[in-house]
């Protein structure tokens, strides 16, 4: 079945940039996500690429997507401390029906 | 825009009794989504509706969770009887996009289960 992988932890100082990877397994993923989540909270969509795209830029953030080797990247520019949290990537496809399939989550440690 | 309201947001139970969980969709959203999140691990889905019919409810464990969603809007997961391992955050999502096409779902909070 699809699967999502990523790295379990990431610290970085503040007002460094942060980056956290993904791959994935599923050849039909039409889109992929990146999705925050605080203590306590629900999931938060941050952004989402169409799979014919290389990179998506959104003010501080920047996803680029290695189509061919099932690899996703989330870049923070000028990381703060309120960026701590968990990060999920995730991807939909046909194959699963437009579902969307979550990696385990990134958990970024920023510090001051 | 209202978000996705889940309650309750906490709650424990002793194994064998049962627990309902309840949630209010972004209104217009046909999609509701529950998705079961263990400590450390991803969401997983647990089951889809698309208005009032079950679209997906392949990972759901049938033996002891049930959920509906009569009228199409508001939804309910229940479990019946709780293991331990049951012991998750439940979260509740919903969507509106056309067929084929997922462009990120709205979350709710979830409801923490602890089960004891």
């Known amino acids: 079945g699809e699967d999502v992988e990523q790295s379990l932890f990431l610290s970085v100082r503040e007002g460094d940039s942060s980056v956290i990877n993904c791959t994935y397994t599923?050849?039909?993923?039409?889109?992929l996500y990146w999705y925050k989540q605080e203590p306590g909270a629900g999931l938060q969509l941050l952004t989402y690429?169409?799979?014919?795209?290389d990179m998506k830029q959104d003010q501080r953030l920047t996803v680029l997507l290695n189509k061919k080797d099932k690899h996703l990247s989330l870049r923070i520019a000028d990381t703060q401390t309120g960026d701590s949290a968990i990060y999920f990537c995730?991807?939909?496809?046909?194959?699963?029906?437009?579902?969307?399939?979550f990696g385990a989550g990134t958990r970024l440690f920023v510090k001051a | 825009e209202a978000g996705v309201a889940q309650s309750p947001r906490y709650k424990i139970i002793e194994k064998r009794q049962s627990v309902a969980f309840w949630c209010n969709p972004i209104?217009?959203?046909?999609?509701l989504y529950w998705y079961q999140q263990i400590l450390g691990q991803g969401p997983k889905l647990l089951i889809q509706?698309?208005?009032?019919?079950?679209?997906?409810d392949s990972q759901l464990p049938k033996d002891r969770f049930s959920a509906e969603r009569l009228k199409g809007v508001d939804s309910t997961l229940k479990i019946q009887p709780a293991k331990l391992e049951d012991s998750a955050v439940y979260l509740c999502?919903?969507?509106?996009?056309?067929?084929?096409?997922?462009?990120?779902?709205?979350f709710g909070s979830g409801t923490r289960l602890t089960v004891v």
């Open positions: 999502a919903s969507s509106s996009f056309p067929q084929g096409a997922n462009y990120g779902y709205t």
């Open positions: 599923d050849s039909s993923s039409t889109y």
């Open positions: 690429i169409f799979s014919n795209m």
């Open positions: 995730a991807e939909s496809g046909s194959t699963g029906g437009f579902k969307t399939i």
């Open positions: 209104s217009g959203h046909a999609t």
């Open positions: 509706f698309q208005n009032n019919g079950v679209v997906d």
